[in-house]
């Protein structure tokens, strides 16, 4: 523990995830700890991420139970869908967890300041007109959605815009194909928009295994939304009634009401005085840290998506409790980045531990096994979704290198296999495991026959 030569002993710029986690870590371990915050407490998860998304993809999928009901002897009267009332019901729960954030922190002792935090030098932060200084800085300031130029790029909103749209567009046009274009464009589909989504790729999810990004974009194709994939965006061109032309590089026009530029985030790293104290970003501008989470700079140090390694709020809360309990005498715990799972909240889900097939066949030789299915709840609903589940194993090892699902729920039942993986599990140990029958989930324990080559789906 150090001295205390400073005002404290940690100060946190940022009281996101990843900075409150450690802010209340460092606390509990008995150091003295500031955090500032100019914005809502909780970053992005809390106000323009995870959790307000999470909430639309919920009134979203009421759309298909409604539906599905049917199937099942319930007579539904024609839904109505009121906008107004969901947003007002996310702000409600919103602000409750930025009082929630705010309470964490006053119990552990954590002193907060509100104000944007600007580094003077290693051991000092300014905040407004105050000086703060501290034996160690955590830098732990997020990032924000990014968007490439190109003319009429200001008639687009970014994902942050989204959560406050005074009423719901009848038509919307999503540019971009990761995380937050496939899970905007199925809430905006799943509450009755008229949705497209444009990327360059042939297929969305860049990064993840080919099976899950083909099965998903059949699926959206089945709900509805139209998929331009293989195409450039030429331009945006507002028109005289308010609406939006979206041209296209062959140019096609699709007119929409919104248009959401989901083409990436970048590091929050501007105007908090990195240049003037010497630390290094790279060439997206994260921070860049070593192995410890040490910046350039000694006694500074950065988590979470400002370093631009994986932008995952539980990456960011693993990696905020190891620095602190590192740096102020608890249990030394490094965080792993072998086999992160994670799930993409489109519709149907996906969920995903461990390395993709592609990945695995360029470390060695691999056995796969695949299963794509009806589930049985859409045997009665009618529903035309099949469910993809797949496993990735070691041909020398019997190591079950990655676990992979396009279904329903698939967020939920990957966090087992998750456990798993970590574990080293064996092909044979999930073949020894019984299964819950009858579920989807009892698929990754019941797949016995390996496929003797790979599949691929195209646009």
Known sequence: MPEHDYDFDYYVIGAGSGGVRSARIAAALGAKVGICEDDRLGGTCVNVGCVPKKLMVYAAGYGDDLEDAAGFGWTVEPPRFDWAALIAAKDKEIARLNAVYGRLLRNVGV???????????????????????????????????????????????????????????????????????????????????????????????????????????????????????????????????????????????????????????????????????????????????DDQYATSVPNVFAVGDVIDKIQLTPVALAEGMSLARRLFGGPNQTVSYEAIPTAVFSQPNVGTVGISEEEARRRGPVRIYRSHFRAMKHTLSGRDERTLMKLVVDADTDRVLGVHMVGPEAGEIIQGFAVAITCGATKAQFDATIGIHPTAAEEFVTMRTPEPEPSTIGC
């Open 111 to 289: 002193t907060l300041h509100r104000g944007r935090g600007v580094l003077v030098d290693a051991h000092t932060v300014r905040v407004g007109e105050e000086l703060h200084t501290a034996q160690y800085i955590l830098i732990a300031t997020g990032g924000h959605p990014w968007t490439p130029e190109f003319p009429g790029v200001e008639h687009g909103v970014v994902s942050d815009a989204v959560f406050s749209l005074p009423e719901l567009p009848k038509r919307v046009v999503v540019i971009g194909s990761g995380y937050i274009g496939v899970e905007f464009a199925g809430i905006f589909n799943g509450l009755g928009s008229e949705t497209h989504m444009i990327y360059r790729s042939p297929l969305p999810l860049r990064g993840f295994d080919e099976d899950i990004r083909g099965s998903l974009q059949e699926e959206m194709i089945k709900r509805g939304i139209h998929i331009f994939c293989n195409t450039h965006l030429d331009c945006l061109e507002k028109r005289p009634d308010g609406a939006i032309d979206v041209v296209l590089e062959d140019q096609e026009i699709i007119t929409a009401d919104l248009v959401l530029l989901a083409t990436g985030r970048v590091p929050n790293t501007q105007g908090l005085g990195l240049e003037a104290v010497g630390i290094a970003v790279g060439e997206r501008g994260g921070i860049l840290v």
